[in-house]
């Protein structure tokens, strides 16, 4: 609830109020009330037991990803393989065509991040505003993913130097749509987490939910693609694949839009009201107003002005420290005289915004530049892993081209299974813990690929569970990290921030994979293929994981010694009592 001061009709525009001594009774009985009625709101805004997260709530949440984790499945470890091996293309090109997608995405995922947090859809917002974006990322993916596993038609006619650039240009413009509605689906689709929630634990039991799911559609198109190859002739990958890929494509399609539908069903938006303009609120603890007058200045109908022992001038303000009010943390007092007066007020660090805030303040906090290279180091884990690893298993140690298949299911079974244990090691330690014990996990897991040996390759269904459940736990804590500062923060703005975080995602993905296919062997036969895997793929991979464990030592080292400097001064500190904020704005003026 917000008490504006009133502006005097009586004097020029813009003057300000300042209650009068005589009135002072008066007004406090008014700010009794005041109080009364904030207590009330408070008492009915508290939330019961009907508003926990049921079991059909979560289930429904947490497969409207599944299309998505389909496409992602599929694009990350086949792709590669179906252009370079299937397709014929070479290697350079595939590092464009990637790269070209990429970077499309990570620019679409902002744009669509901010979008989604401020414009609806005139037919689909009655749905509510992340579900209608979400729909209309589904509708683009229809169209344009059944072209995605298919040989390139325009290809056929063209010959010579011609082919490689028609290819690309084919290809190219395809993964370009694709990945916008991938981005509307992705970004509607986290935004609605902080909706749904209910306590802090729901994060991470959705999050946990919503990984399971995207693992079992992993092992769903693992499993598919095992069965197709399994049918097809020959031991090794070649054009005569063309068709297990486009029955691949096609079967996903049609899985992904029917659990789609039962998610349209099954959640409920909650309607949030945004404002246009962007304010910082929180509990106000006091307020104070230097109103600037000298001691030579009268204005008796305006303020009272009292001379104290420091030489200073005080003005009385009726106001209860008790009472909880709403103030703008951008704001200015302007007298009669055109005075601009600074507001200072003192809030309470760790309370919860009860307004949105702007974006551009969201790059102001070094917990957003954390989460969101944690994120970013996850997801190169993850992706690389799931695009490079089918190329590992036939290049660098020479299986069957089944092996593409039910080698990543494994890796699939045992992500599952350490999602459970990353809830557990997050419920007890906390999630700081949790990314730690699978940061190092994932670590060991890709060095020992780099040692493994060709004559003792079976060794490498170990490796391949300790990859998955380190991946695996990895992902999961970096989203429940982001999932709680963004609940903690500010929820309006919140597929902002996933749009920022996948932008980097995106963009570092795709140039790591056109680094990597630009200097794979070139030879015919490619017999230097098997080592070149060897060496880049533990190497990328490896070095995220523990550039992503530094980063969050290192912050949680500055985060315990701020907090062993903050209990040891009297005055309260900035980050852990109060904030002391002086701003500006004189369009609005609350107390």
């Known amino acids: 609830m917000a008490l504006r001061l009133d502006v005097d009709s009586s004097q020029d525009a813009q003057g300000i109020q300042i209650i009068p001594y005589q009135e002072k009774d008066k007004r406090i009985q008014e700010y009794d009330q005041a109080e009364e009625v904030i207590q009330n709101e408070e008492k009915f805004s508290k939330p019961d037991a009907v508003t926990r997260l049921t079991a059909k709530q979560r289930f429904c949440f947490s497969i409207g990803h599944i299309q998505n984790d389909l ?7 086949y792709l590669l393989v179906f252009w370079t091996k299937v397709i014929g ?39 509510g505003k992340r579900k209608a974006w979400h729909m209309f990322g589904t509708i683009v993916l229809l169209i344009f993913s059944p072209f995605l596993f298919v040989r390139c038609l325009l290809c056929e006619v063209t010959s010579g130097d011609n082919y490689e650039t028609v290819a690309i240009t084919y290809y190219s413009m395809i993964v370009i749509a694709i990945h916008f509605g991938f981005a509307a689906v992705q970004i509607s689709h986290l935004a609605l987490l902080p909706d749904i929630a209910k306590k802090p634990n729901d994060f991470v039991r959705l999050n946990s939910s919503r990984t399971t799911w995207t693992f079992i559609s992993g092992m769903f198109v693992y499993a598919v693609t095992w069965l197709l190859l399994g049918e097809s002739s020959g031991e090794k990958l070649s054009s005569k694949q063309w068709k297990e890929f486009m029955y691949l494509g096609f079967i ?20 949030i009201k945004n404002s246009k303009g962007s304010t910082r609120t929180a509990k106000v603890k006091e307020s104070r107003c230097n109103i600037g007058y000298r001691e030579d200045e009268t204005n008796p109908s305006k303020v009272e002005v009292k001379n104290e022992t420091d030489d200073t001038q005080a003005t009385e303000v009726i106001a209860r420290n008790d009472v909880k009010e709403v103030a703008d943390f951008n704001q200015d007092l302007i007298n009669n005289d055109n005075k601009n007066t600074p507001q200072r007020t003192i809030a309470d660090a760790d309370s919860t915004p009860i307004g949105n805030i702007k974006i551009t303040n969201w790059f102001k906090t070094s917990e957003f530049y954390m989460v969101a290279f944690i994120y970013m180091c996850s997801r190169v884990v993850v992706n690389i892993s799931n695009s490079y690893f089918p190329l590992y298993l036939v290049d660098a140690l020479g299986f069957e081209k089944e092996a593409i298949a039910y080698f990543p299911l494994l890796v699939l079974i045992s992500s599952a299974l350490f999602s459970i244990v990353a809830r557990k090691i997050s419920s007890r330690w906390g999630t700081k813990v949790a990314y730690s014990v699978a940061a190092l996990m994932a670590i060991t897991a890709f060095l020992w ?28 804590t970096a989203l429940t990290m982001t999932s709680v500062m963004i609940n903690r923060v500010d929820k309006a703005t919140g597929a902002f921030v996933y749009g920022v975080m996948g932008f980097t995602d995106k963009v570092v993905n795709g140039a790591i994979v056109a680094v990597i296919q630009n200097y794979y062997p070139r030879a015919q036969g490619c017999s230097g293929c098997g080592e070149y895997i060897r060496v880049a793929f533990p190497l990328v991979t490896g070095s995220s994981a523990l550039l992503s464990l530094v980063a969050l030592l290192v912050h949680h080292w500055k985060s315990s010694h701020r907090k062993v400097d903050d209990s040891k001064t009297k005055a309260p500190s900035i980050d852990n009592q109060i904030s002391v904020i002086e701003a500006q704005n004189s369009n609005d003026t609350r107390l």
């Open 252 to 271: 996903i399609i049609a899985v992904g839009f029917s659990f789609t539908v039962v998610f349209y069903i099954g959640v409920n938006e909650n309607r």
């Open 449 to 476: 690929l780099h040692l493994q040996p060709i004559d003792s390759k079976n060794a490498i269904y170990g490796t391949s569970m300790l990859m998955g459940g380190g991946a695996s736990m990895m992902l999961i």
């Open 71 to 77: 496409q992602a499945y599929a694009a990350f470890s």
């Open 89 to 127: 293309l070479s290697n350079s090109s595939t590092g464009i065509i990637f790269l070209v997608a990429q970077v499309t995405d990570g620019i679409l995922s902002p744009a669509i991040g901010y979008a989604c947090d401020r414009y609806d859809f005139p037919l689909l917002s009655r749905f």
